[in-house]
């Protein structure tokens, strides 16, 4: 069983188009994230969910919408795609809280491809 | 707000040759630390992690890494580096309270590059 699991793995569209990539976890943990990694491999937190509470939300226009339905599934809707929003996005769950380490257990990445 | 710096972009080293990639960090607060290792076209995998006591940690293949608190570095090592072990590496620290408290933050990376 895939610990952390991304769809689409591939997403290639149109600027202007809207698009979603949807993120589950089977680890029972309270928290999931959202990373974008650029062009240049850096990686940037975009949203963290704690227990379907946003905790996080980094500078990140409002063109990218996260969605928690619940503490398992963390989705990303981003309206009028641009150029500059291809990249991979990676989803990623830790248990925060006393005694856990935060360690966070990423997926396997989703690349946008924007043209 | 805590920061993480990799100061070499990219490592090129010879099979069986010894590598250490480097690792700095700036916090106000206790942290955890940790790299990740990126495979091309692959996710991140925790690769060690320091949490508290001994400040060295080791990984099963061999990585290992040293935590400085007084120069506040996380420097990873390996004696012997093989052709397998070509991928890119992240250094990590998440803070143990305040305000950025969750919040994973990564170095730039730096990509290990292992020639036979």
């Known amino acids: 069983d895939t610990a952390v699991s991304q769809t689409p793995k591939y997403l290639v569209t149109q600027m202007g188009n809207d698009k979603s990539i949807k993120c589950e976890q089977n680890l029972g943990h309270d928290t999931m994230y959202w990373y974008k990694q650029d062009s240049k491999k850096f990686l940037k937190i975009m949203f963290s969910y704690n227990n379907k509470e946003l905790i996080i939300n980094e500078t990140v226009p409002n063109r990218f919408s996260p969605k928690s339905p619940d503490k398992a599934h963390l989705n990303l809707h981003i309206n009028s795609l641009e150029l500059g929003d291809s990249a991979v996005y990676f989803c990623?769950?830790?248990?925060?809280?006393?005694?856990?380490?935060?360690?966070?257990?990423f997926g396997e990445g989703s690349r946008l491809t924007v043209l | 707000a805590q920061s993480v710096t990799q100061l070499d972009s990219q490592v090129p080293v010879f099979e069986e040759a010894p590598v250490e990639l480097r690792c700095n960090y700036s916090?106000?607060?206790?942290?955890?630390l940790f790299w990740y290792v990126q495979y091309p076209n692959q996710g991140l995998q925790l690769l060690l992690k320091y949490l508290s006591g001994s400040t060295l940690v080791k990984s099963i293949n061999g990585f290992e890494a040293e935590f400085n608190k007084s120069q506040t570095s996380f420097h990873l090592r390996k004696p012997s580096v093989h052709i397998s072990d070509t991928a890119e590496y992240f250094c990590?620290?998440?803070?143990?309270?305040?305000?950025?408290?969750?919040?994973?933050?990564f170095g730039q990376g730096t990509i290990l590059t292992v020639h036979p």
């Open positions: 990623a769950s830790s248990q925060l809280g006393a005694g856990n380490t935060g360690e966070l257990f």
């Open positions: 916090s106000s607060v206790s942290v955890y």
């Open positions: 990590a620290v998440i803070e143990l309270g305040g305000t950025s408290y969750g919040k994973l933050t």
